[in-house]
């Protein structure tokens, strides 16, 4: 949503870029775009990325989705996407079946499957000049402004109470810690990926996080509802990353509800407060050998 005018076509590219990309866990394969202040004429700009697609322009009686079956005119100014079989570039088409043997990122030109070997990032600096360089690069120089020594990120993954809050932050500022994790293909904490990314510090994967948590026996001192409950959480860490695991929303959900009932879970640490107390030494215990 575009609420101020942008005078910069480089700047429009690069608002707009971030719609464009494709995240297929959470199907999104496309974007809506809401201009208060004009700023989508840049469209209209022959050196944009020459001729538009679609130009859409309903009514006011008309639905703003335009149909799939628009007929094309090209002579009232109006232009529908090519039909099936023309020369269509379709980049992540949906449906179509994904490569065996992992999560290899693959996308599909015309039909035929391609991969994505290498990325680069372009950027103005603070002198106006263009900049191009490895998307790892460019994350490590933009964290390593974020953060100034490993010292500082240290405390300040150590003091949060919602290691998330910290993730949610780069991602407002433009740095999504899963497109660096994908280009690294290892299953890591977004606390690791920083440190490593930013400050060269060897990686741990969360299986071996969680296996270093086991091996301290940090559960010890609870009963057995408790730590059965401990054991789940840190194996929800290891299998999907989850950090905010404080959040007693979580027990509602697989494996938890065969467990018994929130308020049951709960009350074996004493009640909520106990809980959370319980999941921030855990969450101590996982960072405890790097921090």
């Known amino acids: 949503m575009l609420d ?15 719609g464009t990309r494709v995240h297929e866990d959470t199907k999104k394969f496309f974007f809506t775009l809401i201009d208060f202040r004009g700023a989508t004429s840049h469209f209209a700009d022959p050196d944009f990325d020459g001729d538009p697609v679609q130009i859409y322009e309903p009514d006011e009686d008309v639905p703003i989705a335009p ?23 379709i980049v992540d088409q949906p449906g179509l079946p994904l490569p065996p043997g992992g999560p290899i990122q693959k996308i599909y030109v015309d039909g035929v499957d391609a991969r994505i070997i290498a990325e680069r990032v ?24 974020r953060f100034a ?14 290691k998330q809050a910290i993730v949610e932050e780069l991602e407002a500022e433009g740095l999504a810690l899963d497109v660096i994790a ?5 299953n890591l904490d977004p606390f690791d990926l920083i440190c490593h990314v930013a400050f060269d510090r060897k990686p741990l994967t969360r299986r071996e996080r969680a296996e270093n948590v086991k091996k301290r026996d940090v559960f010890a001192k609870y009963g057995t509802q408790a730590r059965t409950v401990l054991d789940a959480l840190l194996e929800k860490y290891r299998d999907e990353g989850v950090l905010n695991l404080d959040d007693a929303n979580v027990l509602r959900v697989t494996p938890f509800t065969t467990m018994g009932s929130v ?29």
Do not use: C
Request: net charge negative; glycine share 10%.
């Open 4 to 18: 101020r005018a942008v005078g910069s076509m480089t700047e429009f590219k690069q608002i707009v870029g971030r």
């Open 122 to 145: 372009e950027y103005l600096d603070e002198n106006g000049r263009l900049v191009t360089e490895s998307l790892r690069d460019f994350t490590k120089a933009a964290l390593r402004k």
């Open 263 to 291: 308020v049951q879970l709960i009350r074996a640490f004493g009640g909520r407060e106990g809980f959370e107390k319980a999941v921030h030494e855990m969450q101590d215990a996982l960072y405890q050998e790097t921090a």
């Open 182 to 186: 994908d280009e690294l293909g290892k």
């Open 67 to 89: 149909p799939d079956d628009a007929p094309a005119t090209g002579d009232d100014g109006v232009t529908v996407a090519p039909e099936p079989g023309d020369d269509e570039t």
């Open 149 to 162: 020594s490993l010292d500082e990120f240290l405390k300040r993954w150590k003091s949060a109470e919602r």
